[in-house]
Each structure stands twice: as structure tokens, then as C-alpha cells.
């Protein structure tokens, strides 16, 4: 039995949306242990919010991750378990939102959509599935139901891609990045993990040369934001394992003028 559980939401805490998905799931499951990684992503964002589990989850203990991000409630739009390779359940709907962080976790190796009835709400409001079938669902999980009584498997390569991949290589050793995520700091992450720095000659003190569509700058790769004076800029791998542009007490996003969704071009590196 999974009796960790972890939520996050686009509801914020103004209203009861959050402590009524966590009462069904405690209705059902009452000895379960519940984590909010956060409720405050920006509203219909499903990027920010795959991007804030993706960077979260592996520290969490093995559970069940329900993440309710879904601007798609009520429509043809599949709700969904996916199992992954480190033994995680990830819950919530087909939009693309569950696939990074489910990378994360050792890939997905079952997919289901859920489709009993009997493990959701009796009535189910079509503007709150969050509260009427994945809460429930949810909470049976974290009991005795098995995942395959849930619903029906569906082949993975049907499920919504992931809503970024990773950077790619261009001509003359370019590579060209996606803001995936800016931070409440302003940090400005890319789509480019950590473990793909060992296949570049990247090293602390070396200079990036950063080019997009509003300019360009040469950046240090530096081990944290310090290592740079006050309001200097800088590259760096932060907490979240992802390449990042920063200033050092400051806002790279101010600084470059650059939104999720953004290309950027990493040149040289000298």
C-alpha cells in the first residue's frame, strides 16, 4: 500500500478547492500522509506545473503524486494513473503534465485510463474532477485497490506528449534551448539537464556565449550565484538539476527580457 501522497494545484488557497480533495481522499484512506508541493502554479499553466513536479518528485519517498493542472476538466480529455519505473503513481489528467516529471521517475511503464465508476464520486461535477474522480481514485490506490481494477491500460505512445523536449544541437556545435521555467526569483531554467553538461566541455569559469532574438551575452558557468558580483549575470545548474540563466540578487527574466517559451542559442563556449 502507497500511504504517501503528494498534491499540487493550480487553486491556491483562497478558496476550498484544496481541502475538500484532501478530505475525499482521507474519507477513504484516513491514515495516509499528504504533502503540498504547491497549489499556487499560475492558473491553466500546466508547463510551470510539470516543470515544479519534474524538479520535486525524485525527492520525494516513493507515492502517489496527484497533480491537477487541467484546463481541459470536463471535456474529451482522459484522466489517468501512470505507473513509473521507480514504482510511483501519478495522477491526473492527459494534457502533457504528468510525462516529465514521470521521466523523472524511472519513465512510464504502465499507463491507465480510468474508466470505473465505483472508485470515483457518485455524482460527478464536470468542472471538478480533482474532487470527483482523481481524489477518490487517489484514495483507493492508497488502499487495497490495484491499479489494473482502476481502469483500462492504454498504449503510452497514445498519452499527450510532454510539453518540452530536450535542447538539440545545431550546425557548428550550436545548441538551441526552450525557457521551460522562470522562477519566482527570476531564474530562467532550460530544457537542459544537468546529466547532459558531462557531454559538453563545460566547466566552472568557462564563458557561454547566449544569443536570442531580443540580443546576446557572454555568460561564466558558475557553481552558485555568488560566485558572481551583486547584479552580474551568470549560468549555472540550480536546485531544480536544469541549466539555468541567473543574476546574483537580481532577475535574469528582467535582465534578458525572455518568457517561458523562448529560444536562446548557447554558442561557445571559452
Known amino acids: 500500500m502507497r500511504k504517501f501522497i503528494t498534491f499540487t494545484s493550480d487553486f491556491g488557497l483562497e478558496d476550498g478547492w484544496v481541502g475538500v480533495c484532501k478530505g475525499v481522499i482521507l474519507n477513504i484512506s484516513p491514515d495516509v500522509k499528504i504533502v503540498d508541493i504547491s497549489h499556487h502554479i499560475p492558473s491553466f499553466n500546466t508547463k510551470k506545473a510539470s516543470f515544479v513536479l519534474s524538479s520535486s518528485l525524485s525527492y520525494m519517498p516513493v507515492g502517489i503524486h496527484l497533480a491537477v493542472v487541467d484546463p481541459g476538466v470536463g471535456t474529451s480529455r482522459r484522466p489517468l494513473v501512470l505507473k513509473t519505473g521507480r514504482g510511483d503513481y501519478l495522477v491526473g489528467p492527459d494534457n ?21 465508476d465505483k472508485f470515483m464520486s457518485k455524482l460527478i461535477c464536470p468542472t471538478f474532477h480533482a474532487r470527483d474522480v482523481f481524489a477518490p481514485v487517489v484514495g483507493y490506490l492508497a488502499s487495497e485497490v490495484n491499479l489494473t481494477d482502476i481502469g483500462v491500460e492504454i498504449p503510452k505512445e497514445n498519452l499527450a506528449p510532454g510539453l518540452w523536449e530536450e535542447a538539440v544541437g545545431l550546425e557548428q ?14 531564474t530562467i531554467h532550460l530544457n537542459f539537464p544537468k546529466d547532459r553538461l558531462s557531454k559538453m ?54 535582465s534578458f527580457k525572455l518568457e517561458e517559451g523562448d529560444k536562446i542559442i548557447l554558442n561557445k563556449i571559452f
Do not use: H, Q
Not at 97 to 115: H, S, Y
Not at 173 to 186: N, R, S, T
Open 201 to 254: 566541455n563545460m566547466s566552472y569559469g568557462k564563458i557561454i556565449e547566449v544569443s536570442w532574438k531580443k540580443g546576446s551575452v557572454k555568460l561564466p558557468f558558475c557553481r552558485t550565484f555568488g560566485d558572481v558580483p551583486v547584479n552580474s549575470s551568470l549560468m549555472l545548474v540550480d536546485s531544480t538539476d536544469y541549466l539555468s540563466l541567473a543574476v546574483n540578487l537580481g532577475s535574469a527574466a528582467d
Open 173 to 186: 556545435g550550436e545548441i538551441e534551448c526552450e525557457v521551460i521555467d522562470i522562477d519566482k526569483f527570476g
Open 96 to 116: 502533457g503534465l504528468l510525462i516529465p516529471p514521470a521521466e523523472k521517475l524511472g519513465g512510464v511503464i504502465k499507463a491507465i485510463e480510468i474508466k470505473d
